[in-house]
C-alpha cells in the first residue's frame, strides 16, 4: 500500500508540473495527463517507480465509473427525444457501416497473430473502433450545447447513443462464457438496475431533498451514497461497477434549482477522476511490439479516418450542412472510455489477447492527444480541404432549402431562430419590416417555413448563406448566437449595415465593438442596465410602483411564452 501512495505522489507531481505548462500557453490538460503517465509507466519499466499494472486498471476503473456517474446524472429525460431525432440515424450508420469492417479487421488479427479466441477478440476490436468518446472534449461540447450549436448538440447525442451501445455490450462481455442463460442474467441484472435507478429517481431522491431541507452539503453526501451503494451491489451481483455507477447517475435528479449544488460539487470531483484515469490511460501504455503497432494503426485509421468520414455523410444525408457535419465528427474521432472498460474486463477475464488489450490502450493514448490538439485547427482544416470539395453542393442544398423575396432591401438579416431569434421576428412582423432569418438547423426547417416571411437553411459561417439573404442591400444585421467565430463571421462582411452581436462577457463584447460592432448584447450587462433603470425611475417616481410592476408582469410573460422562463435563455 505505501508503494502505491507514494507511486500516485509521482503521478499528481508529475501531472501538476505539466498542467504549470499547459494553462500558460492555454493548451487542453488531456495530452499532458496522458504525457504524465506514459513518464510513470517508464519509470516503472525502469523499477524507478514501483506500481503493478493491476493497481492501474482499478484505478483506471474507478475513475471511469465516477466519470459514468456523472454523466448519468447529466440525462435529462426530457430531453431523450431530441437525442434520438438528432443522433439515431447518423448512430446507426456508424454501426451498421464501420463496426462489420471492424470486426472483420479484428478477425483477421486474430486468425493471423494467433489469438485464443478470434470471434470475441474481434468484438473487443469492433468495439474500440465504434464507439466515440464521452470525456474528450466534454468542456467544450457543453459550452457548444449551452451556446446552442447545433454540432455540438449533433455529438453529444452521438455520444449518448453510444455510451448506451457501451453500456450494453459491457453487459454482455462481462460473462466469462457466451451461454444464453449467462446473457440472459447479465442482461437481466441491468434492466434491475435500471429499474431501481428510475424508482430512487422518482420517489427516493425527492425524498432525500426534503429531508435535506435545503442543505447542499446533505444532497451531495446522499448522491455520493447512492453511488456507493449502486457499486457495491455491482460487485455483489458480478457485474462491471460502471454499470451501478451509470445507475446511480440516473438515480440522480438533476433537474431543478435543488439540484444544482449537487452538480456543482460532483463537477469538482470530477476533474480529480478525470486526472486520475488519463494519467493511468498513459501509465497503462506498453512499448509497441510489431503485432501490436499493427493493431494500434489499424484501429488509430478506423478512429480517425473512417469514422468521421461516415458520420459526415451520414449528417449530411439528413440534411445538415457539411461544415456542422464536418465539426460534429470531429467532435467523435477518439476511442471511446467505454471501450477501455470492455478491454479491461476482458483482460480481468482472461479473454481478451494481451496484445490487443496494449493495442487499444495505445490506440486510445495516441487519438485523445491528437483529437485534443486538432481541435484547435478545425476550422482551418474545414477551410483549407473539405469546403472545396463541396462548396457547389451545399449551394443547390441552400437554393432547395430557402425563400427570399426578389429585390428585398432594407430588411434585418436575423442569425439564429432560437428564442431571441423568434422573437425578433415578431416583433418585425408587429412593425412590418422586412427580414430574413438564417439557421442551420434542419430539425425546426418546418417552423421557418410555417413561421418566417423570408428564411434561408445555411451555415452562417459560410458565405452563400449571407449572398442569399442579400445582406448587401440589408440595413441591419443581428446574431443571436453566442459564439465568437460566428460573430467574427458577420464582421468580416462586407455589407454596409449596422451589425448588433452577442457576447458572454463584458470584456469580449469590449472587443467586438472595437472590431466594428454597433452594439452588443451581453446578457450581465443589460440585466445591470436595467436594474439600474429601474432602481432610478422608482426613486424620481417617474411611474407609479404598480405601472413599473404591470409592465414588468407583462415583458415576463413575453419571455416565457418564448422559453426563457429557464435558468439559461439563449
Not at 487542453?28 to 496522458?34: E, L, N, Q
Not at 457485474?239 to 440522480?252: T, W
Not at 493511468?280 to 503485432?291: C, D, R, S, Y
Not at 481478451?352 to 495516441?366: E, R, Y
Request: glycine content about 8%; proline content about 2%.
Amino acid at each position: 500500500m505505501a508503494e502505491l501512495v507514494i507511486a500516485l505522489s509521482v503521478v499528481f507531481v508529475t501531472a501538476g508540473i505539466l498542467l504549470l505548462f499547459a494553462n500558460h500557453f492555454g493548451l487542453s490538460p488531456i495530452p499532458f495527463y496522458i504525457i504524465a503517465g506514459l513518464i510513470v509507466g517508464f519509470g516503472a519499466e525502469m523499477g524507478v517507480v514501483s506500481i503493478e499494472q493491476t493497481d492501474l486498471i482499478e484505478l483506471a476503473q474507478w475513475g471511469i465509473a465516477f466519470l459514468v456517474f456523472v454523466f448519468g446524472i447529466r440525462v435529462e429525460f426530457d430531453a431523450l427525444r431530441s437525442v434520438i431525432r438528432d443522433g439515431e440515424g447518423a448512430a446507426i450508420t456508424l454501426l451498421v457501416v464501420v463496426a462489420p469492417i471492424a470486426f472483420g479487421i479484428g478477425y483477421l488479427f486474430g486468425e493471423w497473430f494467433g489469438f485464443t479466441d478470434p470471434v470475441r477478440n474481434a468484438i473487443y476490436f469492433s468495439a474500440a473502433a465504434t464507439l466515440s468518446s464521452t470525456i474528450v472534449g466534454a468542456g467544450l461540447l457543453e459550452t457548444e450545447i449551452r451556446d446552442n450549436l447545433v454540432h455540438g448538440r449533433l455529438a453529444s447525442s452521438i455520444h449518448f447513443f453510444d455510451d448506451l451501445v457501451a453500456i450494453g455490450l459491457i453487459l454482455i462481455l462481462s460473462a466469462e462464457v457466451f451461454t444464453a442463460e449467462v446473457v440472459t442474467s447479465q442482461i437481466g441484472y441491468g434492466v434491475l438496475f435500471l429499474i431501481a435507478a428510475l424508482l430512487i429517481y422518482r420517489h427516493g431522491f425527492p425524498l432525500l431533498l426534503r429531508l435535506a431541507d435545503g442543505v447542499e452539503e446533505l444532497v451531495l453526501m446522499g448522491s455520493i451514497s447512492i453511488l456507493i451503494g449502486f457499486i457495491a451491489a455491482a460487485e455483489y451481483v458480478g457485474i462491471s461497477i460502471v454499470v451501478g455507477a451509470f445507475a446511480a447517475g440516473i438515480a440522480v435528479r438533476s433537474e431543478g434549482a435543488e439540484s444544482l449544488g449537487v452538480r456543482n460539487g460532483i463537477s469538482s470531483i470530477r476533474d480529480f477522476f478525470v486526472a486520475i484515469f488519463f494519467v493511468t490511460v498513459g501509465a497503462l501504455v506498453q512499448f509497441p511490439t510489431v503485432e501490436m503497432a499493427t493493431i494500434s494503426l489499424a484501429l488509430v485509421g478506423l478512429v480517425l479516418v473512417v469514422n468521421p468520414i461516415v458520420l459526415m455523410l451520414a449528417f449530411t444525408y439528413e440534411g445538415y450542412d457539411i461544415r456542422t457535419g464536418y465539426l460534429a465528427s470531429s467532435s467523435l474521432n477518439q476511442v471511446s472510455e467505454l471501450s477501455l472498460v470492455i478491454a479491461i474486463q476482458g483482460l480481468l477475464l482472461g479473454t481478451i489477447a494481451p496484445t490487443l488489450f496494449d493495442a487499444i490502450i495505445l490506440a486510445a493514448a495516441v487519438t485523445m492527444i491528437l483529437t485534443s490538439v486538432a481541435r484547435r485547427y478545425e476550422d482551418d482544416v474545414y477551410e483549407t480541404v473539405v469546403s472545396r470539395f463541396v462548396s457547389k453542393r451545399q449551394t443547390r442544398k441552400i437554393d432547395d432549402r430557402s425563400y427570399v423575396t426578389d429585390g428585398l432591401e432594407d430588411h434585418i438579416v436575423i442569425v439564429g431562430y432560437g428564442r431571441q431569434g423568434r422573437w425578433l421576428v415578431e416583433t418585425c412582423e408587429r412593425i412590418d419590416h422586412e427580414y430574413v432569418v438564417i439557421e442551420n438547423d434542419p430539425v425546426i426547417w418546418e417552423d421557418l417555413r410555417a413561421e418566417c416571411r423570408n428564411y434561408v437553411l445555411g451555415d452562417a459561417m459560410a458565405e452563400y448563406p449571407w449572398t442569399k439573404a442579400n445582406v448587401d442591400d440589408a440595413i441591419l444585421t443581428v446574431s443571436t448566437v453566442e459564439h465568437r467565430p460566428v460573430s467574427e463571421a458577420v464582421l468580416d462582411l462586407e455589407a454596409d449595415c449596422g451589425v448588433i452581436l452577442r457576447a458572454g462577457t463584458s470584456r469580449e463584447g469590449r472587443e467586438l465593438l472595437d472590431a466594428g460592432a454597433t452594439f452588443v448584447n451581453v446578457p450581465s450587462v443589460l440585466a445591470a442596465d436595467q436594474l439600474v433603470e429601474t432602481v432610478e425611475t422608482v426613486l424620481e417616481d417617474e411611474r407609479s410602483r404598480q405601472q413599473i410592476r404591470e409592465d414588468h408582469r407583462d415583458t415576463l410573460a413575453t419571455l416565457e411564452r418564448y422559453g426563457f422562463a429557464t435558468r439559461f435563455g439563449d
